[in-house]
């Protein structure tokens, strides 16, 4: 089966620019993830979809960052305004069923600088 | 919320030998384990999972093991070789919720 889709790969931005990353998760997957990975560090979980419906955004940093995963398929998420602190690698998963039964899928990522 | 450590940030291993990485978490909830391997510039890959009520699960040259009462957890990869090196994370799972270490560097030397 085809992997999890990141574009793009690589994104280098000045500081108060805004950026979008896209994502399509594995055919079939109903629970979208987005992490954000910072250099030296585990992934932090910033929104889960379960199709087209927020699970959990707790963590997100709704003031600049917004997400959205309109027909429950591919998902995309910005950053508005972006700050030097937001450079990072974001990933995306997807896993095939709700609740914490199977493992998460990832893409490569997108790894944002931000100047 | 959920605490994940693991021993040993970094790890260095000769090419045969067999490697151990540990990870501690600390929600007694969490009833589902994951072990991704990340090399550079990917996302983490999936390598082995145990449910709670196991204690040990064998893949090909990984085992898992799992000690809920101390909450522990280790990854054992058996005559261990050059492409294993990378981050590995072990992924506790409560509910709905996965959560990630820092991740342990293992560096296998030729």
């Known amino acids: 089966e085809a992997g999890v889709a990141q574009s793009p790969r690589y994104k280098i931005i000045e500081k108060r620019q805004s950026v979008a990353f896209w994502c399509n998760p594995i055919?079939?997957?109903?629970?979208l993830y987005w992490y954000q990975q910072i250099l030296g560090q585990g992934p932090k979980l910033l929104i889960q979809f379960q199709n087209n419906g927020v699970v959990d955004d707790s963590q997100l940093p709704k003031d600049r960052f917004s997400a959205e995963r309109l027909k429950g398929v591919d998902s995309t998420l910005k950053i508005q305004p972006a700050k030097l602190e937001d450079s990072a690698v974001y990933l995306c998963?997807?896993?095939?069923?709700?609740?914490?039964?199977?493992?998460?899928?990832f893409g490569n990522g997108t790894r944002l600088t931000v100047t | 919320g959920e605490s994940v450590g693991l021993h040993l940030p970094t790890l260095s291993v000769q090419e045969g030998d067999n490697s151990i990485i540990n990870c501690a978490y600390s929600n007694s909830a969490s009833d589902y384990f994951i072990w991704y391997k990340q090399e550079s510039g990917k996302g983490p890959q999936f390598i082995i999972d145990?449910?709670?009520?196991?204690d040990k699960r064998q893949g090909q040259r990984v085992t898992v093991l799992l000690n809920k009462t101390v909450k522990h957890l280790s990854l054992q990869i058996a005559a261990t070789q050059p492409g294993d090196s990378a981050v590995y994370f072990c992924a506790p799972v409560t509910g709905n919720q996965f959560y990630f270490g820092t991740g342990t560097s293992l560096t296998v030397i030729p």
């Open positions: 145990i449910r709670s009520n196991m």
């Open positions: 055919s079939g997957h109903a629970t």
């Open positions: 998963a997807s896993s095939p069923r709700t609740g914490g039964n199977s493992p998460l899928h």
